[in-house]
């Protein structure tokens, strides 16, 4: 087993598992490698609780579907997550979430059995899912905030402004759906707030994307101070 450095920055976890391939070719061996575009499902359910994951680049998305189909993203993650956790720990229960791609993604899988033998070895991917659970706790926190708090043009102004950051960028690719999934709403309702916001200049629409205009308009309707 080897010794972690001390501390480790949340940048650092996806260069520390880039490492595990060379510091141990078994795991390289054992690692199935995933590239997923944008809006492809990364994991069904069933796959969430055979198998451990490994969010190397791109953006995910962990979604809820009930029993009606509709859907509600629980959590986003970012590279460096750790998510399949079902893999590692006796929860008693499976999940009911699916991973999908909300940005072009590289994702590495482990089974569960190679997953337990590779984080006994490796402390850097328990690390990384307690990191990822804690990101996880986090985001519903504030997603219930958000719920109770304010209405649904704040939210979505405010999620716009997030996926920029993601994105680095003007230009965010996601669907009215995956919107809708995120704030917990109907993709109709969000495509006519989001036209009201174009009647505002506030942001351009086409084909599963969004170009911000106005980010500054969009942050003090979410009541943030745009930096």
Known sequence: ????????????????????????????????????????LVATPAELN?????????????????????????????????????????????????????????????GAEQAQTFADRHPILSLGMLRTFGRRLIQVENRLEDVAYRNLPERLAAEIL????????????????????IL????????AILRDFKRENWV????RRIIIKDPEALARLAGAVYE
Not at 18 to 35: K, M, Y
Not at 162 to 179: V, Y
Not at 184 to 191: A, K, P, Q
């Open 162 to 181: 997030r996926q920029q950051r993601h994105a680095h960028s003007n230009q965010i690719r996601i669907s009215h759906q995956a919107l809708a999934d």
């Open 50 to 110: 055979q198998n451990l994951y490994i969010l190397m680049s791109g953006v995910v998305h962990l979604v809820a579907t009930n029993k009606e189909g509709r859907s509600l993203a629980m959590a986003t993650l970012g590279p460096g997550s750790v998510f399949g956790e079902n893999a590692l720990l006796d929860l008693g229960q499976s999940t009911t979430m699916s991973a999908q791609a909300i940005t072009p993604c590289v994702v590495w899988k482990l």
């Open 1 to 40: 087993m080897k010794d972690l450095p001390s501390p480790i920055t949340n940048e650092q976890i996806p260069e520390l598992f880039a490492q595990l391939p060379h510091e141990d070719p078994a795991f390289g061996r054992a690692v199935t490698i995933l590239r997923a575009p944008p809006g492809e």
């Open 184 to 191: 917990g709403t109907y993709r109709e309702t969000i495509s």
């Open 204 to 207: 351009e629409l086409g084909y």
